[in-house]
Nanobody
Framework: QVQLVESGGGLVHPGGSLRLSCAAS????????MSWYRQAPGKERELVAR????????VFADSAKGRFTISRDNVNNMVYLQMTTLKPEDTGVYYC?????????WGQGTQVTVSS
């Protein structure tokens, strides 16, 4: 049974930091490209950051560059999103995604709210 379980969301003040975690199970994690997406209220889901399988190439949305870091632990099947200097526009539900060709899995999401 495939599972992606996100955690670490919450309410944070502008300028603050959060670390999101995604625990993966039920598939061969090392083969998969792992991503974080965000869906803000009234907007479409958008890519925030992706870390590819073997080799670990990383891409970021322009809005995340310089502020967010993505990493993966291939031993414990985890992926992380470290977010710093958070802004109100970072508010949304953050989803973990695993992709390997036709195989595409999503977590249930974790809410991040950046507000004073």
């Amino acid at each position: 049974q495939v599972q992606l379980v996100e955690s670490g969301g919450g309410l944070v003040h502008p300028g603050g930091s959060l670390r999101l975690s995604c625990a993966a199970s039920g598939f061969y994690f090392n083969n998969y490209d792992m991503s974080w997406y965000r869906q803000a209220p009234g907007k479409e889901r958008e890519l925030v950051a992706r870390i590819y399988n073997f080799g670990g190439r990383i891409v970021f949305a322009d809005s995340a560059k310089g502020r967010f870091t993505i990493s993966r632990d291939n031993v414990n099947n985890m992926v992380y999103l470290q977010m710093t200097t958070l802004k109100p526009e970072d508010t949304g539900v953050y989803y973990c995604n695993a992709n390997f060709g036709q195989y595409d899995y999503w977590g249930q999401g974790t809410q991040v709210t950046v507000s004073s």
